[in-house]
């Protein structure tokens, strides 16, 4: 069985070699069904398997959303590994998790109080494992408990796979009238890295980043992330990103970087102040349990972006749980009278958005989500 594994992996290795960079035709927005449309291309996830993204159109086409899904990562050989339970990363594009039929919250187009219900939405999968801005393909080694050398392949795949997407999705929307951004947990990160992307694309239009649930990311040691995706050799030539090499690298420069390259970019967070899931994200990268407190480190992130960008604006909410935009309490949390639901809607028509903080206690907090 292991030759046989050995055998496809190197089918789908050579066949990656072959079709990698030579995209063919993709079907044109006005072919697809109104529900959801997958639509495949030649790129490839973490295992070679095929990758695929989403498309829903809408009535004109004239908004449009752009989420980018989330679902772990992985940098050394035993995350990427899929023997290993558990899988700390989505790996395949077509699965469950994926496919935005199966989520709620903002996909749930029932709700007369979902703010994108008249959008046509874009949805980027993830299953490259590089939080969507891996350049490279890795084989990492390591030993098992018998002592055995285990070989990993991992196409860190995760900028090609985005770019086909966001080369599609400027090819179907030419003159949007407003374009938002959005990604939860890994897709965040990759959100607010591509939101600048797509704002110098379309320079004379509103685009408004909303980034959930990873803005405590602060660890010393995520250098290796970047380091094992090689996101250096990924970034725009911009001065914002001048002299920056993966061990320099944090994930609060492609918000800055963003925000300043693009005056028609609006960026805005959502975090939970105890997201278990980025406690334990930060441990797998290298910090000692009980090392650090996340609403500190959420905190400190924040007063870094507003104090290198003109604007920006976050809610925090009490609580533990990991992401908000695709589960059912985008409709229905609360802090100081104001809803979530309310402040997104507030934050993509342009209004202005007052900051929420669970983080003291504020009023609302005992409905953290959970």
């Not at 009535?59 to 752009?66: C, G, I, M, P, R």
Request: net charge negative.
């Amino acid at each position: 069985m292991k030759h046989l594994i050995k055998i496809a992996i190197s089918i789908i290795a050579l066949w990656y070699t072959l079709v990698v960079g030579a995209q063919g035709d993709l079907p044109n927005i006005s072919s697809l069904d109104s529900g959801w449309n997958a639509i495949t291309t030649d790129g490839v996830c973490s295992a070679g398997t095929p990758y695929q993204f989403y498309s829903k159109p809408s009535a004109d086409n004239s908004e449009v959303l752009v989420y980018f899904n989330g679902g772990g990562a992985c940098w050394f050989g035993e995350a990427c590994d899929l023997n290993m339970q558990p899988n700390v990363h989505t790996p395949f594009a077509e699965m469950d998790a994926n496919n935005p039929a199966n989520m709620r919250g903002i996909f749930n187009f029932e709700n007369l109080e979902n703010p994108f219900a008249n959008y046509s939405i874009v949805v980027v999968p993830y299953c490259n494992g590089d939080v969507h801005v891996g350049g490279v393909e890795r084989e990492y080694t390591y030993q098992n408990e018998s002592g055995e050398n285990i070989n990993v392949t991992a196409y860190h795949n995760g900028f090609v796979n985005s770019q086909t997407v966001l080369d599609w999705v400027y090819k179907s929307f030419s003159a949007p009238s407003r374009v938002v951004v959005s990604g939860s947990s890994a897709g965040a990160i990759g959100g607010s890295f591509y939101a600048g992307l797509i704002a110098e694309h379309y320079d004379d239009t509103p685009v408004i980043l909303i980034a959930d649930a990873a803005g405590g990311y602060a660890s010393p040691f995520i250098y290796r992330t970047f380091e094992a995706w090689d996101v250096a050799s990924i970034l725009p030539n911009w001065p914002e990103y001048a002299g920056e090499t993966n061990q320099s690298l944090t994930f609060q420069d492609f918000y800055i970087a963003s925000a300043n390259h693009n005056e028609n970019l609006t960026i805005a967070q959502y975090n939970t102040a105890e997201d278990m899931v980025q406690y334990n994200f930060s441990y797998l990268i290298g910090d000692p349990q009980g090392s650090f407190s996340l609403p500190q480190r959420i905190l400190n992130n924040y007063l870094e972006i507003e104090n290198n960008t003109d604007e920006f604006s976050h809610y925090t909410a009490g609580g533990s749980t990991h992401t908000i935009m695709g589960t059912p309490m985008f409709y229905q949390y609360s802090v100081e009278g104001v809803r979530y639901v309310d402040w997104v809607s507030d934050l993509i028509n342009g209004n202005p958005v007052a900051d929420i903080s669970c983080v003291n206690e504020a009023a609302g907090c005992a409905n953290a989500p959970e």
